[in-house]
């Protein structure tokens, strides 16, 4: 590789602190002089901005992700002998906290063009379920585009199960003119500095409209207090710390600008590689992407890998093994669009720290290699 030629990954932490140095700096700042490091105004402000952003009734600020989904399928009653229905294309967390509930997950076909949750899938797994022990839904959010919501809620409502959308991975993305994280029970966001809004660290979030469910998720999160010292039932520790809460307060107003940014990238890619053997992110009618990841596929994708690898470029593969063919989570299933969406996918470069001219450079060496 040219040394001249700087290096390109799928995500870029570090660009996304310097393009909100001064802010995030002041904010940091701020906290260390207040004296107050968890629980106090900044977690309080950043709730109701992270709500009023999405259009959401309101918000529980967690420690991450994976136990904003936790806590919020045990808000909404999940645990021991019931069954969760998600995809098997997800990070393991998804999983993860659906196990920890104490409920068994059940994995849903993906359409084999957005590679997001089927509908017509899900009703067939919800029909075959005559003891109704799949309480809860959990379609994800994967890559930046929202799930075919409308249905997968009306489906759900059918047979009576709650809806839990995983939204780690598309803050601001929209169905229907409506945020994802508005249209389930309750919604998971995940702030691991690499999503589209980041935290420098780990954090989380419960959105949602269901009052006396994000009321609870506030128990569980700090050992089932209701007041001090008294346990109301059985919680955890799952803060969302006030540097972090601060962090995200100064990077929210740039969340739909930088949005925006990855969108003109992710037209970009489409436009250069229409005509190559890749087969081309889908963007279903109705919804607006977050352009999380910009993922494409091809067979060939350990040599389209390597050949990018050679020229300074480092791909992320989101994700290669569906959960239920990996050891801590086999189970007896087999979902050939999922396994094929696994052993395709490949996210090529996309975060606001580049420039068109790198999202250029990367087309290129995309054509070269095939
Ligand atoms: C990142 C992510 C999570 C987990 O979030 P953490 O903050 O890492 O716990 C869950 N689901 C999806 C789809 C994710 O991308």
Not at 77 to 81: F, K, R, S, V
């Given at each position: 590789m040219p040394d001249t030629l700087r290096q390109l990954y799928s995500a870029d932490p570090k660009a996304g602190y310097l393009a909100a140095k001064a802010e995030i700096d002041a904010a940091v700042a701020r906290v260390l002089a207040s004296g107050t490091y968890i629980h106090g105004r900044e977690l309080a402000a950043f709730e109701s901005e992270f709500a009023a952003f999405l259009g959401a009734r309101g918000c529980a600020g967690v420690a991450n992700g994976t136990d904003a989904i936790e806590l919020a399928l045990r808000a909404l009653?999940?645990?021991?002998?019931d069954r969760v229905a998600t995809v098997a294309n997800t990070v393991t967390a998804t999983v993860a906290a659906i196990v920890a509930t104490g409920a068994e997950p059940v994995f849903v076909e993906i359409e084999s063009d957005t590679m997001l949750m089927d509908a017509r899938a899900l009703e067939v797994v919800l029909r075959a379920d005559t003891e109704r022990r799949i309480k809860a839904v959990v379609p994800v959010h994967l890559y930046g585009q929202a799930c075919d919501m409308p249905e997968i809620v009306a489906v759900a409502l059918a047979h009576g199960a709650k809806v839990l959308e995983d939204c780690a991975q598309a803050h601001g993305a929209t169905v229907s003119g409506r945020t994802a994280g508005t249209w389930g029970d309750l919604a998971a966001f995940s702030?691991?500095?690499?999503?589209?809004?980041?935290?420098l660290g780990d954090g989380g979030a419960v959105v949602g409209g269901d009052a006396g469910a994000l009321e609870r998720v506030r128990l569980l999160r700090q050992y089932g207090w209701r007041t001090r010292y008294v346990s109301d039932e059985h919680g955890r520790n799952s803060r969302l710390d006030e540097l972090q809460a601060a962090i995200l307060r100064a990077r929210l107003p740039r969340l739909a600008a930088e949005n925006a940014y990855r969108a003109q990238f992710a037209a970009r890619y489409l436009e250069l590689l229409a005509g190559t053997p890749v087969r081309l992110p889908v963007v279903a009618a109705g919804r607006t992407h977050v352009w999380h990841q910009f993922v494409v596929r091809t067979a060939k994708r350990e040599a389209l890998r390597a050949a990018l690898e050679a020229q300074g470029i480092f791909c992320g593969v989101?994700?290669?093994?569906p959960i239920y063919r990996?050891?801590?989570?086999?189970?007896?299933?087999?979902?050939p669009l999922t396994e094929k969406a696994c052993a395709e996918v490949i996210s090529l470069p996309l975060h606001p720290g580049l420039t068109v001219a790198d999202v250029e450079r990367v087309a290129a060496a995309v054509r070269a290699a095939l």
């Open positions: 009653g999940i645990g021991a002998g702030f691991y500095p690499t999503k589209n809004l980041g935290a989101l994700y290669p093994v990996q050891p801590g989570y086999a189970g007896d299933v087999a979902r």
